[in-house]
Structure formats: C-alpha cells, structure tokens
C-alpha cells in the first residue's frame, strides 16, 4: 500500500427528515447565501423547506446555475456575496451547484484575479467562505470532497480545482429529496459513481486489499441497486444509491492507490465541446480506455471480472472482453449509450478534443502518466 493522508471534515446528516438540522448546523447569526441551480427546488418545495428552518437569518438567494456551471455565471453570484456582505453559502442541488458554490467560497475570498483558481487548479487558494449543502441528485460525491469542476465559456475549457479549505462543512442527504429526479438523470448518477470508483480500483495491484474490496461492495451494490433506484422511487434502493455515490469520492477509496482519472479528463473535455452530460461522456470513454489499455491494467481488469461480474471461464483475453462487455451492457441497460457517435461526435470532432488536451496541459495522465496525445486519440477513435 502507498503511504497517505486521509483528511475529511465533512459532517454528514443522513436520512429522512434530516432537513431540520440545517437549524442548527447553520450558525444562527449567519447571513446566508442560498445557491440554486435552475427551477427544480423551487418547484418541488425543497426551497421553501430550506427556508424555513432558516428561520430568522438573513437569507439571499442567488438562482440559475447551469449544468456545468460557467465561471462567468458563478461571478455574478460572488457580486451577490460582495454586496450582502455573506459570510455563509449553502448549496441545495446536484454536483453542479456544490461545485458552483464551491468556486464562490474560494473566489469570494481569492486575493488576486478569480480566474486564476481554475488556471492554477486551486493550488493558491488561502482562504474560503465556509459552505453547507443540501444534496438533491446522487452522483458526483462533490457534496464530502474538496474537488469541483467549473467551465469558463469564454475559453471553451472545463477546468477542475481542489483545496483542503473547500470540503463542505455538512452535508444533508435526504434520500425522499431525490423523488422528483428525471431517470436520465438517476442512470447519469449510477454511471458516475461507478466510474468513480474504477477511476481508483482498475490500476494496478498495489496491495490495497482493504481498498479493493470496498471498491468492490461499492460497485456490486451499484449493480444490484441501481436499476431499482432509477426506475422509480424506493427509499431504500434511493438511500443505498445516495450513500454509495458519497463514499466512491469522499477520498477513502483512493487513498494509498493508484489513481487514473483519464477517462474523467476526455470526458471533461467532451462535455466543454459538446455539452453532453458528465456521465454520459464517461459511460462512452471507460469501455474504449479499458480496451485500449488492457496490457497495462490486465491484472486489474482480472479481479474485476472475477469478483464484480463472477466471470471465471474463459482465457484471460476472453475473461477481460466479457467484464468490458458486461460494463458497458450495464450502462446501456440503464439508458446511456456507450459510443461517442450516438452523441454527435464524429472523426472530425476527435482533432478538436485533443487539441483542447494540449492547450490543457492534458498530455500526461493516468495511473501511470503515460497516456499522451497519441494514447489519448486511439481511446476517442475507439470510443466512436
Ligand atoms: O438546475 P435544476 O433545475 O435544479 O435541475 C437539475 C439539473 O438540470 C436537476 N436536478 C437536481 N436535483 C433535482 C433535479 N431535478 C429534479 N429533482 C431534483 N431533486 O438535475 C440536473 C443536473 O444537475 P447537475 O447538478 O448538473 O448534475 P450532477 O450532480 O450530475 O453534476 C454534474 C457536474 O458535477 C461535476 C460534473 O463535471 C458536472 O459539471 N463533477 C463534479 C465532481 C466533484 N466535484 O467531485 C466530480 C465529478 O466527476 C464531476 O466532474
Ligand atoms: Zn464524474
């Protein structure tokens, strides 16, 4: 195992009802800036109930974060901060509107020009608003990391950063608030967390037992309780959903592992371009990465067939085809196609991707850091 550092504040309040403790995990003397994505919270009562066990702070409301949310549309709200002198932020959303409030936190307090949070992936940041969330969609884990993803739409570039300072200080996780969710978006949340977990279990051995077989229950428990969970409404499969989303991202897994992360690099590229949804991007890129790299991950790609899918005939090359089958048969089986064409991303497109991965700086990455250019196009080509 690798040597490591596992840091997480985040409190979590789990279950159903939990709403009400924002009265006392909000400070009470706080001015309170209330951060919304588009329409869904207002709707489905979700914002009225946040309001009132706010009680009598003083509460703003900055609405209208967009999928990906754009550094241009998180300025106005850092206006908004600036003006109403908050010293407070609360996310209620999915991992668009964490990540959005996260960037306010960090910019609100940036000494020096906002921007540079994300051309520096946040290496400077020093100080930071402190942020609660409650979470409304299952997928991104954003809600118990430091990480967040936004996108300067000027520059066409989706940008990650990352700070200790950023972890959220709670974060509610009511499952009922997942009842007004569309299943496209329930099948993206599945695929992200388990891709999620991939991303930081389908490396190479490093003697990470502990953190292989709780990447494995995580991901089995995303199979078996997946489907049920978007199909419809079932508290149970919802909360198992909810909870496994957290922890694929919550650093646990990853730490004292390889890390790869390849796929999510392509797949933020693709989305700055195209504006396919995250999770679609990655469910079109992991079974192209897997096939393209199996020599470097074949150990890996092994276990993974044996103890997540149960395949155990066959050769080695045939046992390997069947779990990149079986993965991709899962994220078809949930809605989500798993070729870039089905997606409007042809040959020609591909050009443009790798040129945005150079101007990124994106041509070394992996677990082993050595996908470069080359590497990079063979997985968009096989992705087709
Ligand atoms: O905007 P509203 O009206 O609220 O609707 C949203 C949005 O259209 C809707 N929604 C959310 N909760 C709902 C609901 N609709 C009905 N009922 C509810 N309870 O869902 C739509 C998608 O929301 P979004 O927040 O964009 O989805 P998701 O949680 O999948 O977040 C995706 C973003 O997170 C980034 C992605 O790149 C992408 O920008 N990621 C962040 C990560 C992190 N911080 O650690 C890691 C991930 O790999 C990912 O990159
Ligand atoms: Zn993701």
Redesign the pocket.
Known sequence: MQNFDFYNPTRIAFGEGKLAELATLVPAQARVLIL??????RK?G?LAEVRAVLGERQVFEFSG?E???SYETMMRAVEEVKKNRIDFLLAV???????GTKFVAAAARYEGEPIEILHTFGRKIAQTLPLGVVL??P????EM?N???VTIKAQGA?LPFFSPLLFPVFSILDPV??N???QR?LA??VV?SFI?IVEQYLTFPAGGHVQDRLAEGLLLTLIEQGPTAVEGFDYSARANLMWTATLA?NGLIGAGVPQDWST?VLG?EL?AKYNID??RTLAAVLPANLLVRREAKRAKLLQYAERVWGIRDGDQEQRIDAAIERTRAFFESLGLPTRLSAYGVDADGIAAILAQLEAHGMTAIGERKDIDLSLSQKILEQAL
């Open positions: 919304l994505g588009g329409e869904s919270a489905n979700t974060i999928p990906n949310p959303g999915g991992g668009s509107v964490i990540d409304t969609l997928a991104t884990g954003s990391n990480g967040a993803v989706k608030k997942t007004t969710l569309p978006q993206n949340g992200d999620h991202l999510h933020h989305t995250h999770a």
